[in-house]
């Protein structure tokens, strides 16, 4: 369940941001999306965030899946309850990705009650990403209520560059959905990342990262958390499946 977050409610320019790490069903959009839509419903937040591939779990076989795929309709349902924004990440095929020509990438999605809109591609691809996946080519910010959020996906944030170009956009929190594995130096990095970042450009930092296995990871950090502007940690969930934070920026 969220973590309360102390004080009034948000005001003006103001915003209740989630950031979620569900256990994930290999492969299976149409469960992990109910999942996704049920905490959607139990989040009470504004935004809510989810890490990176949390539909199949991180497998670079699955199938990418269209921006409109019915597979996605419990979501959309479960924000159109709640008035919510949820991001998720997936691998998406790109106009004409079916055809000589087309495209997949990794891309954050944006759901809300209305449908889904593919809001940022992955920048920095690693590793067989590259052999499948066309990077993003802009930097890209999402504004929720008056609030300017950078938008990053997992090697995105490990790149200073990545950050400073986004923060001169003109942001006021710069947030990672990622993936980290379990190793002690995976966790060192995973706290750095964004720390690094809200320190640098005084933002907020917000992170959704994966729990429990996912794909080819058969055990991630989890520890998915908000720093305030100037790094320091304000909340962090533990290693757990399942957890769910929140925070107001």
Known sequence: MPVPVPGPGPGPGQLTVAVAQPACAGLDV??????HAEVVRAAGARLVVFPELSLTGYDLTAPAIAPDDARLAPITAACRETGSTALICAAVTEPGGSEPGGTESIALLALTGEGTTVVHRKMYLHGQEIERFTPGAEHSVLELDGVRIGLAICADVSVPQHAADTAALGIDAYLGSTLYGDSPTALARRDSHLRDAAA?????????TSAGPSGDYPATSGGSGFWAPGGALFTQAGPETGAVISATI
Request: aromatic fraction near 6%; proline fraction near 0%.
């Open 30 to 35: 149409a469960a992990n999306s109910a999942v």
């Open 200 to 208: 640098t450009h005084g933002v907020w930092a917000v992170l959704a």
